[in-house]
C-alpha cells in the first residue's frame, strides 16, 4: 500500500523535499550564520580548482544561463516550432522563473561571497539566479523534447548534453565566486519543486501522452482525457472565480490596492525577510477570506433567495472573519512599518 503511494506521488514527494531542503537552509541564512557546506565547497574549488584555462571555460558555461541566451532560445522556440503552444510554455517558464527568483532575492536579501570574485555581479545571492532560472528553462527543455521528440539519438544526446549543462552553471556559480554552494543548491532545489507544478500544468495544455498510450482501450483514454480537462478546468475556473469577485467585490479591489500600497512600502523601507512572509501570509488569509466570504454570500443567495435570520447570521459571521483578519492585519502592519517611518 505505501509503495503503491509512494509510485504515485514520488513528483509531490520530490518537491516537498525540495522544499524542506530549502527551509532548512533559510533558517540558518536569516540567522547570519555561515552555513558549513558553504566553507567546506570555498576550500575545495576556489583555493584548490581555480586555474586560468577552467576559468576561461566556466565563464562561457556561465553565460548559457545569461538573459540573453535563454531569451534568443525562446525567441527561436517561438518562430520556428509549428505548435506555437510549446513556444509560449518556454516563454511563460522563463518569465515566471525569472519574476519567482527575483521576488524570492528581494525578499531573503543575503549578500554575496566578498573578497574572491572572478566577475562583476549585482543584486543578492540566494537563491543564485542562474542554477534557479537555468534548472527550471533547460529542466523544462529537457521534459519537451523527452516526451516530444521521436528519434531516440536526438532525445537521449540532447537530454543528456541539457542535463550535464545545468549542474555545470551552478558549478561555475560558485567556481567565479559570485554565489555560495547553499545559494545554487537552494536554486536548483525551489526550481526542481516549481517544475514538477509547470510541467503538470504543460502537459495538459499540450495533452502529450505516454509512448504507450496507443494501447490503451478506449475506456482509459476517455479516463485520461477526463483527468486532463479536470487539471486544466481546475486553474481556469480558479482564475475565472478571481476574476469574477474582483469584478463584482469593490472590498476585494480595495485589498488588492492596499496590498499593492504595503508592497511599495515594504520596497520604499526595506523591512526585512521575515516581515515579508508576514506581510505575504497576511495578504493570502485577508484576501482568501474575502473570496470565501463572496462564496458564502452567494450561496446563501441561491439558497434563501428571501429574507431570513439566519441567513443573515450566516453572512454576517463570514463578513466577520473578514473584518477581524484586516484589523488584525493592519495592526501588524503598524508595528512592522511606524518604527521605520519615525526613525
Known sequence: MLKRIIEKNYKWIIAFLCLIIVLMMLEDIFENEQL???MLVYKLVILNLRTEPLTVIMKVITNLSSAYVLIAITIGSLLFIKNKKVGLCVASNLVIATLLNQLLKHIIQRPRPDGYRLIAESGYSFPSGHSMVSMAFYGLLI???????KNKKIKYASCTILAILIPMIGFSR??????????VIGGFAISIAYLIIFASITKSILQLKKEKVNMVDKRKMVKLRKKRKKLRNSFKYAFEGIEEAWKTEQNLKIHFVIMALVIIAGFIFKISAMEWMVCLLLFAIVIS?????????????IAMPEIHEKAKYAKDIAAGAVLFSAIISVIVGFIIFLPKIFV
Open 36 to 38: 558549513s557546506l558553504d
Open 143 to 149: 521534459y519537451l523534447i523527452w516526451k516530444m521528440v
Open 289 to 301: 477570506l474575502e473570496l470565501i466570504n463572496t462564496a458564502i454570500e452567494t450561496t446563501v443567495d
Open 174 to 183: 560558485i567556481y567565479l565566486g559570485v554565489h555560495y554552494a547553499s545559494d
